[in-house]
């Protein structure tokens, strides 16, 4: 069934790009509304409200940031909705004061912890997943993603390769009803050294830090923690990953296959995946599980009863 929080939850902290202060509040939605965030600093009701869908995506450059009709926009939401993929949430209301979503340490742990600490409401509404159908890829350079069919799952194989030797080639392979979830939820966005000050120069990372990125110059991570995991690097493109993929609206049945990718690549797979209506079909959950009960115990044939 779907699912929603049961109460209310705050969180605050500093925009990534912005710099700016900023407070959210997860608040609970009905069935079949999907996740909506409101810009609640922005006073008319009838404008403030973005549905989080990869149509929306205005800009992948750094992070995700989705927008509406009157140009309205909020950025970095792919950690909160990696979050929300992870943690099951199918309708919910974000409350944002400002056009950031924080990035708190870099990762997706704080929005996870949020999530647990208030409890979750199953709703009398079922879940309904998008299966692949089709295999859609795209091709550009050195980049590559691909979406194909994969049973009653979602994999996500990726894999990245920079130059800097720390760094240097990293690949992992997730399933999510399979594997645990906390190493991707933990790991946090990251920069070279020699690109801080072209990022900053572009009008971005205002509020970057080392205490909400990693940062890495030559051989050395300049955070004074170092590495939560030897390969958090390609961790967190997976999160950044799921969190793009949340903006389907359900989610896959499917595995994706990404090389050196990000959230354009991301967002243009999306955009030609679902431009095809025999690439995928929409699966109710409820109704596939009641077939295959009815299967395993014979429902369809009498049952004779001994006195």
Wanted: contains cysteine; glycine residues 6%; charged residues 25%.
């Amino acid at each position: 069934m779907q699912k929603t929080l049961l109460n209310s939850v705050e969180i605050k902290g500093i925009g990534l790009h912005t710099g700016i202060e900023t407070k959210l509040t997860l608040k609970p939605s009905l069935p079949n509304t999907g996740i909506n965030f409101r810009r609640i600093d922005i006073k008319d009701d009838q404008k403030n409200l973005i549905s989080a869908n990869f149509k929306n995506v205005v800009s992948a450059k750094l992070c995700t940031k989705i927008g509406n009709s009157f140009g309205i926009t909020v950025s970095t939401i792919e950690h909160l909705m990696g979050a929300l993929y992870g943690e099951g949430i199918d309708n919910l209301i974000v409350e944002i004061d400002s056009p950031e979503v924080p990035i708190m340490d870099g990762s997706a742990n704080s929005f996870v912890k949020a999530i647990r600490s208030t409890k979750t409401k199953e709703q009398n509404s079922s879940s309904k997943f998008i299966k692949v159908l089709k295999k859609v890829e795209i091709k550009n350079e050195s980049k590559f993603i691909s979406i194909e069919p994969f049973k009653n799952n979602l994999k996500i194989d990726f894999k990245l390769d920079y130059q800097n030797k720390l760094i240097g080639s990293q690949r992992d392979i997730f399933k999510i009803s399979e594997n645990d979830l906390e190493a991707i939820y933990n790991s946090r966005t990251f920069c070279l050294y020699e690109d801080v000050e072209k990022i900053k120069s572009s009008g971005l990372a205002k509020g970057g830090s080392l205490s909400n990125a990693i940062v890495v110059k030559d051989e050395k991570v300049l955070n004074e923690e170092g590495l939560r995991y030897e390969d958090e690097f390609v961790k967190h493109k997976i999160l950044d990953c799921l969190g793009d993929l949340m903006l389907t609206g359900h989610r896959l049945l499917g595995s994706i296959v990404c090389v050196h990718g990000g959230h354009q690549l991301t967002n243009d797979l999306l955009q030609k995946f679902f431009s095809d209506k025999s690439n995928w079909t929409l699966v109710d959950q409820e109704k596939e599980y009641s077939e295959k009960q009815k299967k395993v115990y014979n429902y369809s044939r009498p049952i004779a009863v001994s006195a």
